[in-house]
């Protein structure tokens, strides 16, 4: 008999975190409960409390599941559109109907507790990690300056977005995406991202 790759805690996990990401997209954080995810999944509620403890330990373990994932980061052989590319997959996502709830859900638990800002910012640095081919060719190609700090430019070309959604709680557009992303190439060519 061929052993089952995971097992049965694996593949309770699997049902908890997906669970949870549909629970976030129906209900949002201040909906999201441990009876819910219980019932969803068909996980008992008792090992839900054990193995998570708290709606923010779901969303800490959704958030790891994640950033696992990969993030289509655009190759176009310019640095300006690929950073445009990069900003519009962030407004897009938020945008989108099921995945925005949650990326929106993810951010304001990252607000209530520390599991969930410790899953998040491990999150944005998988995020970075995965971004940076796009500032190494760009410097490279003579784009940017030496030493551009890769982790630094992504952050700066995606943050209008999140000001935005988050803080003016504005609607973000296509043209504020274009524009955030040539605000920060800007910084990057004039050297002022330089590590």
Do not use: C
Not at 12 to 33: F, H, I, K, S, W
Not at 64 to 88: F, H, K, N, Q, Y
Not at 125 to 154: F, K, W
Request: charged share 25%.
């Amino acid at each position: 008999m061929e052993a089952r790759p995971g097992g049965r805690s694996a593949r309770v996990r699997d049902a908890v975190r997906q669970a949870t990401l549909v629970e976030l997209a129906e209900n949002g954080y201040g909906g999201l409960t441990m009876e819910g995810v219980a019932s969803r999944s068909g996980v008992h509620k008792t090992t839900v409390y054990r193995r998570w403890g708290s709606p923010e330990g779901l969303i800490a373990d959704a958030l790891e599941l994640a950033g696992s994932e990969p993030w289509p980061i655009p190759d176009t052989g310019s640095l300006r559109d690929d950073l445009r590319g990069i900003v519009e997959l962030v407004r897009s996502g938020f945008a989108d109907p099921v995945a925005g709830p949650i990326a929106s859900a993810f951010v304001s638990a990252a607000v209530q507790g520390s599991g969930p800002a410790q899953a998040l910012h491990a999150f944005f640095a998988s995020r970075h990690e995965q971004a940076a081919p796009v500032v190494e060719r760009a410097i490279a190609r003579g784009e940017v300056p030496p030493g551009t700090d890769a982790a630094e430019l992504i952050r700066l070309a995606v943050s209008p977005v999140y000001y935005r959604l988050f803080i003016t709680h504005e609607p973000v557009t296509e043209r504020d995406a274009e524009r955030a992303a040539d605000a920060a190439l800007a910084a990057a060519r004039a050297g002022v991202l330089r590590e």
